[in-house]
């Protein structure tokens, strides 16, 4: 199974959640080329969970731009756009206008002091720098 590290496991904290725009292959005319894949990786406690950042209501992205993924508690992930609230672990929509819907979830392998996903096709392979990415890591294909 092929593992893509996309950052270390101290790097979210606990009960928390954080974005990162990845860069999925995708088949245009013919060539692979890279499309910016917004995700977001919830935490709780050891374990870490994977979802697309997109909400099911209006497929915007959960944190509008903020970087904030968490209502204030600290308890959910919420979308910024009117309000849907997610559980952490399972993505589910709990409250607002998609409840009863969920995030598209993506698979998450912890490996060696790493948060990886598993089974996706990514464009850049190699372009991840954590040594000096801030929060939200971009990943271009230059
Ligand atoms: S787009 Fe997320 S609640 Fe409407």
Redesign the pocket.
């Known amino acids: 199974m092929e593992l893509f590290a996309v950052c270390s496991t101290f790097e979210i904290e606990d009960h928390s959640a954080r974005g990162f725009v990845l860069q999925k292959a995708v088949e245009k005319d013919g060539q692979k080329v890279g499309e910016p894949w917004p995700i977001v990786i919830s935490r709780k406690g050891r374990n870490y969970y994977g979802f697309e950042n997109s909400?099911p209501?209006?497929?915007?992205q959960?944190d509008a731009g903020l970087e904030d993924f968490m209502d204030e508690a600290g308890n959910f992930i919420v979308?910024r756009?009117?309000?849907?609230q997610f559980d952490l672990d399972s993505g589910a929509c709990f409250s607002?206008?998609?409840q009863g819907q969920n995030l598209k979830t993506i698979q998450i392998v912890v490996d060696d002091g790493d948060v990886c996903i598993a089974g996706v096709e990514l464009f850049e392979e190699d372009g991840l720098d954590l040594e000096d990415e801030g929060p939200g890591v971009m990943i271009t294909s230059d």
């Open positions: 909400c209501h209006q497929g915007k959960l979308c756009h009117h309000g849907a607002g206008p998609c």
